[in-house]
C-alpha cells in the first residue's frame, strides 16, 4: 500500500542535488497507512501499526525514485472497539495473517507531471501481486514535512471475497508519511 517515499520528496525538495542516492526508512511511526471499507450499514476505518522499508532517491531526481514496504498484516487494527472486527479482518475471510504475514509494494515508475508525481507500482497481498498507480503530494509545514496519496483497491481481485456484494469491493487506501525536517 503503499506508500511512502514521502520522505525522500521532502528530502529531494528541501536539500541542495547531491551526487549520491538519499535513502529514508519508513517505519510504523513516520508512515501510517489506514484503509476505509463500507458495507450497506456504515464504514469501517482501521490500518497497520507495523511496516519497515526504504525510499530512495539518486541526484535529488524524484523521477529516480525506488520504494519499498514491507506491511506486517498482524498489525492491523479496526475502529471497532471490542476487537471482535479486528480478528475477523486477520482471519481467512480478509487478510488471513496466519499464512500471509506480509503485505509488500514496490514501485516500478515514477511519471513527472506539471504539479505532482505518478506513482506505478506493484502489490501483493495475500499471495496475490497486482499494479497500482496513484500521485503524491507532498506539502511542508514549519518544521515537518507530510507526503500523502490515497488510492482504491478491489479487494476482491487480492482473493477477500467475504460477504459477496454485501460489502462493497472497492476499499479506500490512505498513506501518509510525515517526519520533522533536519536543519540544514
Do not use: C, W
Request: glycine share 10%.
Amino acid at each position: 500500500m503503499r506508500m511512502l517515499f514521502a520522505a525522500v520528496a521532502a528530502l529531494a525538495f528541501s536539500l541542495p542535488a547531491v551526487a549520491a542516492d538519499t535513502k529514508v526508512n519508513l517505519t510504523g511511526d513516520n508512515t501510517k497507512i489506514t484503509f476505509v471499507g463500507v458495507k450497506p450499514d456504515g464504514k469501517h476505518d482501521g490500518g497497520f501499526k507495523k511496516l519497515d522499508g526504504t525510499a530512495t532517491v539518486t541526484d535529488g531526481n524524484l523521477e529516480t525514485l525506488k520504494i519499498e514496504v514491507n506491511i506486517d498484516t498482524d498489525s492491523l487494527y479496526s475502529d471497532e472497539p471490542s476487537g471482535k472486527l479486528t480478528g475477523h479482518l486477520k482471519s481467512a475471510d480478509f487478510f488471513g495473517v496466519k499464512d500471509n504475514p506480509k503485505a509488500t509494494f514496490k514501485s516500478t515508475k515514477v511519471e513527472k507531471g506539471d504539479k505532482t508525481y505518478t506513482i506505478t507500482g506493484d502489490l501483493t497481498m495475500l499471495g496475490v501481486t497486482k499494479p497500482i498507480t496513484f500521485e503524491m503530494k507532498t506539502e511542508m509545514e514549519r518544521s515537518m514535512f507530510y507526503t500523502a496519496f490515497t488510492f482504491t483497491l478491489k479487494r476482491k481481485e487480492f482473493g477477500m471475497t467475504f460477504g459477496g456484494n454485501t460489502i462493497n469491493d472497492d476499499v479506500i487506501v490512505n498513506v501518509t508519511v510525515g517526519q520533522p525536517l533536519k536543519k540544514r
